[in-house]
């Protein structure tokens, strides 16, 4: 449910634009070069773990701006768990690894439980024990990067790593494809055609329904240009991917994980419950919302999305290192940010947290297709968050 | 309404990683490969410590005054008996 | 006629699509008490923040002419530099500080970088005197009363040097006693010359200080009434310039109900303070409410009444319960939860709408069905159209003044604002509502809208308890009247058989420690 300042409004709508502009600005730099396969499937690939953990950040900032630092040391440690239980290579005589090859189906489960534990865990100490946010995570987030250090050096004391992960795992979160062809793979073409339909139609079909109503529209200019844009952008992803190899794992991944979130934040009674304690914590708990549950299930379910985050890391990687997922919390934040939620709890949307990370994917990529230099990145990425919180801070005055 | 506590947490969070961009500025100041010129790279050093340091002051005044509203008593009859 | 101190020209201000100020005129002279009444939302706050400066010169049309010269405030400061101070509606104190440090707060004595602290407290404690406080200046701000704080305010504002007094409701967290108190050091202050505006909704004491009263309606001076005939101003003469109609009654007519069974019933009912758990700020209450009828509960500030619904809404208040809750007759438990209380059928309005009672960033909508999401949803799932059926319903039912019920709590007037909370628990399906100071700070034509609305759910059976610092509203509102004073109950009567002084009385005789 969107908080219905027209501020907050023409945020989201302005930075889909200028995330278009953004693109378009990188496709004139290189001359069409980032018009390519490769930059959609890095993008999507690569940038999975910001729209999953973004996810889960989302529901945490909605709570009232809390956050979650330790995500990226959990793909860490979580990581070299992974591998611990699954890796396949027991090393030679002279140096013996340390792995359990226990099989796929088994290291999964016993990732989630570790995963649900620890956001068990980490739920009870802020929603119960009242350990602030902050002092939690960033306990985690030094413990995690430690553990996960020390695990991967006993596991394999030469390389300090783990690799050799079975195929079927990196099949399922990372190289698969659905519908493998050869050549251009149609189904993916053909199905992007039916998903760019699918949101073209909801978009006016809801529209229209509203307005039957008489509930508040947007002008129709902006529900064409939102259709079209969606449009355009989903053809040209699924045709690039085709063009590629088709619809990778991870797409899907990431589209259900939207999909999910989409549903249980506009639709649901906890969705609104997560709104409003984000909004005003004490009128929500004494209009009967359990607000200390709420905070709870925010963190599980951010430890529930890292770990599977974590999974898709590994199976791109293919190897447990300790420096996964370096910086993937200032990732997560950032993309949120950037998508227009607020710090202070409350407000912000799944779609928002998307066009946010996509943007700052984008960005990422663009700098390294026109090879700017690694300095001036640094400085193009403070300028993105430093944008992002003028703005916010900007909104707050004007909300006054 | 909930006091801007968090929000203050999340101004400083960036506040810090534009120092880290700024230290790692400074730490490729003799990078051979770099196009960037010594000129602008204090300039931007600058600029972002700078920047950083506004915010970290922006955000410990939005947390005190987080701190002072939670401090007011919420009822008003919460106070002594006469 | 005296010389004129402030004069407000023909000022118009506009916020994006609603003009709040329409050619307001505004005459204020030298040494008198002027009183600026209005209903909720008719511009008498924005006039003031126009004058102090918290709206600049450049953001409104007129001229503000104060001491003959034509003033262009940028800023509060520039106000308060000319002898203009105002005093608002919230305290703007900070309770862990001392009275002398929050008094010269943004007025700090000494040099910029070393605060004389002695001058301060010095200072302070004269100026303290001069409101009559006791208190020395050195002590901090949450060991005295809200009362005593109110005082500390205009203390900080005689030390600003004040000129022009400016005090926004100051009387809308007091009781009746400091209520008066604060009155006749207005009183006191005009004799030593002082020139003050009040705006208040209390029109008892609109009639009692002001010299002349300025009514504003929807933006605009409607008239200005002189106080200084033989007879001092009728509140109804008031309320007719203020509501543009004549209001025979400020109360509708009780209906005759004839109450139910007991429906709740608190018996021994003690609460300890969750901080000093020594202290019993409930003790050893017994009340019972039943079907259909409304009781009342009086007091003074910091009397416990508030701390007693809230504890038997869920344990939402408070440590070290004892005592024991029947709901028709029969002993229940309710448990640290809300959810709980709710389910059992209670209500509990706060006495804080836009602090813990409504959620003002978001829609009538949410606010409207938030106790009670369930009636809107299917397995977790809510329909929105639902949602929206029931708050219209709630609209219409209560008549919320606002174009759409997707306009944001925020933006709706006090009297607004209360009636969605009302509906909020309304629409939760009660049995049981605990009303905390229902129409605090909102005006008389509201007041009487809310009014009508409890009398419409005794009438439907519901069990209504209201609490309330206003003698007058309680006496004409309630069936019967408890008297709670420093957690106890010490007085309990029949409406029709109690009256001001004797209530008062019993309370004074409690005082004694009898």
């Known amino acids: 449910m969107e908080s219905k300042s027209v501020f907050a409004v023409l945020k989201k709508n302005v930075m889909l634009i200028v995330l278009v502009l953004v693109f378009v600005l990188f496709v004139i730099l290189t001359h069409g070069g980032f018009f390519s396969a490769n930059t959609f499937t890095d993008l999507v690939k690569n940038n999975a773990y910001v729209f999953i953990l973004g996810a889960g950040m989302l529901m945490c900032m909605l709570t009232g701006g809390n956050i979650d630092l330790s995500c990226g040391s959990t793909v860490c440690m979580f990581g070299a768990l992974g591998a611990f239980f699954m890796s396949t290579n027991k090393g030679t005589l002279e140096n013996p690894i340390n792995v359990l090859n226990l099989g796929v189906p088994l290291s999964i489960l016993m990732m989630l439980a570790i995963g649900f534990a620890y956001g068990s865990l980490l739920g009870f100490l802020i929603a119960y024990v009242r350990i602030p946010p902050w002092i939690a995570t960033l306990t985690f987030f030094l413990a995690f990067r430690g553990l996960g250090t020390a695990l991967l050096n006993w596991a394999n004391p030469t390389d300090k790593t783990l690799a050799y992960l079975p195929e079927s795992f990196l099949q399922t979160f990372y190289k698969g494809v659905l519908f493998p062809t050869e050549g251009f793979n149609w189904p993916c073409f053909v199905i992007g055609l039916l998903a760019a339909g699918a949101v073209v139609f909801l978009l006016f079909f809801s529209r229209k329904k509203r307005m039957e109503k008489g509930y508040s529209v947007e002008p129709m200019y902006m529900t064409c240009l939102k259709g079209g844009l969606s449009a355009a952008g989903i053809i040209l992803l699924m045709t690039q991917l085709a063009m590629d190899k088709g619809l990778p794992a991870p797409l899907l991944w990431v589209v259900g994980i939207i999909l999910i979130y989409y549903f249980i934040t506009s639709k649901t009674t906890i969705g609104r419950h997560f709104y409003v304690v984000g909004s005003n914590m004490e009128a929500a708990r004494l209009s009967g919302v359990n607000t200390r549950r709420i905070m709870f299930l925010a963190y599980l379910n951010m430890a529930i999305l890292s770990t599977l985050a974590t999974m898709i890391n590994m199976a791109r990687f293919q190897t447990a290192m300790p420096n996964a997922g370096l910086n993937y919390e200032m990732d997560a934040i950032a993309a949120c940010v950037v998508g227009g939620v607020s710090a202070s709890g409350g407000a912000g949307t799944i779609i928002g947290m998307v066009i946010g990370a996509t943007l700052i994917g984008v960005i990422n990529l663009g700098m390294i297709a026109v090879n700017l230099d690694q300095h001036f990145q640094y400085i193009v990425k403070g300028f993105v968050l430093l944008a992002a919180v003028v703005f916010d801070i900007l909104s707050k005055k004007r909300q006054k | ?82 | ?514």
Request: aromatic share 6%; proline share 3%.
């Open chain 2, 1 to 82: 309404m909930n006091s801007g506590k968090s929000r203050s947490g999340l101004i400083g969070l960036v506040a810090a990683y534009l120092i880290y961009i700024a230290y790692e500025l400074y730490q490729g100041r003799n990078d051979p490969k770099t196009t960037m010129t010594p000129a602008v790279r204090i300039i931007c050093i600058v600029f972002f410590g700078v920047v950083s340091v506004a915010l970290l002051v922006y955000a410990y005044r939005i947390w005190k005054q987080g701190s002072r509203e939670e401090e007011k008593p919420p009822e008003k009859e919460d106070e002594s008996l006469k």
């Open chain 3, 1 to 514: 006629m005296g010389k004129i101190l402030l004069e407000m020209r023909n000022i118009t201000k506009t916020f994006p699509g609603v003009k709040a100020l329409d050619n307001v005129n505004l005459q204020v002279e030298e040494g008198e008490i002027h009183a600026l009444v209005g209903e909720n939302g008719a511009g008498k706050s924005t006039l003031m923040n126009v004058l102090s400066g918290i709206y600049p010169h450049g953001t409104y049309e007129g001229d503000i002419v104060y001491d003959g010269e034509v003033c262009k405030f940028s800023k509060i400061k520039d106000s308060e530099k000319k002898g203009i101070v105002i005093i608002h509606q919230e305290l703007a104190l900070v309770p862990e500080m001392t009275i002398g440090e929050n008094m010269f707060l943004g007025n700090e004595q000494g040099h910029k970088f070393a605060i004389n602290w002695n001058k301060t407290y010095a200072e302070a404690d004269k100026y303290l005197k001069m409101v009559g406080l006791t208190e020395s200046s050195k002590e901090q701000i949450k060991t005295i009363g809200t009362g005593k704080q109110q005082l500390v305010e205009i203390a900080k504002a005689l030390a600003k040097k004040a000129r022009l007094l400016i005090l926004d409701e100051p009387t809308s967290s007091l009781n009746e006693e400091d209520s008066r108190a604060l009155l006749d050091l207005m009183l006191s202050f005009k004799k030593q010359g002082m020139t003050m505006i009040i705006i208040t909704h209390k029109l008892n004491e609109v009639s009692y200080v002001a010299d002349k009263i300025t009514v504003i309606r929807d933006g605009a001076t409607i008239e200005t009434i002189d106080n200084h005939g033989a007879e001092p101003v009728s509140e109804e003469r008031i309320i007719k310039g203020m509501v543009g109609r004549e209001i025979t009654n400020r109360f509708p007519k009780r209906p005759h109900v004839v109450p139910g069974d007991v429906k709740m019933s608190v018996r021994h009912w003690t609460v300890r303070h969750p901080l000093y758990p020594e202290r019993k700020v409930v003790d050893d209450v017994s009340v019972y409410v039943r079907e259909g009828e409304v009781i009342g509960i009086y007091g003074l500030m910091g009397a416990g009444r508030t701390e007693l619904a809230m504890s038997i809404f869920g344990q939402s208040y408070g440590v070290g319960f004892s005592g024991e809750l029947e709901l028709d007759g029969k002993p229940v438990k309710i448990r640290k939860s809300v959810a709980d209380a709710i389910k059992h059928k209670i209500a509990y309005v706060t006495e804080d709408r836009k602090g813990n009672g409504l959620i003002l960033s978001k829609s009538i909508t949410v606010n409207t069905t938030l106790a009670n999401l369930d009636a809107v949803s299917s397995h977790t799932v809510i329909d929105g159209d639902k949602e929206f059926a029931a708050a219209e319903e709630y609209r219409g039912k209560l008549q919320i003044k606002t174009p759409s019920v997707e306009q944001l709590v925020g933006n709706l007037s006090g009297g607004n604002q209360q009636k969605v909370l009302l509906a909020k628990w309304m629409f939760a399906e009660p049995d049981i509502l605990l009303l905390d100071e229902p129409t605090r700070g909102i005006d008389v034509g509201a007041k009487y809208e809310i009014y009508c609305i409890i009398n419409d759910l005794a009438a439907a059976g519901k069990s209504v308890v209201m609490i309330s610092s206003e003698l007058p509203e309680v006496l004409n509102m309630s069936d019967r009247v408890y008297v709670m004073n420093e957690g106890k109950i010490i007085d309990e009567v029949k409406a029709s058989e109690a009256s001001q002084e004797s209530i008062m009385a019993a309370i004074i005789r409690s005082g004694r420690g009898a």
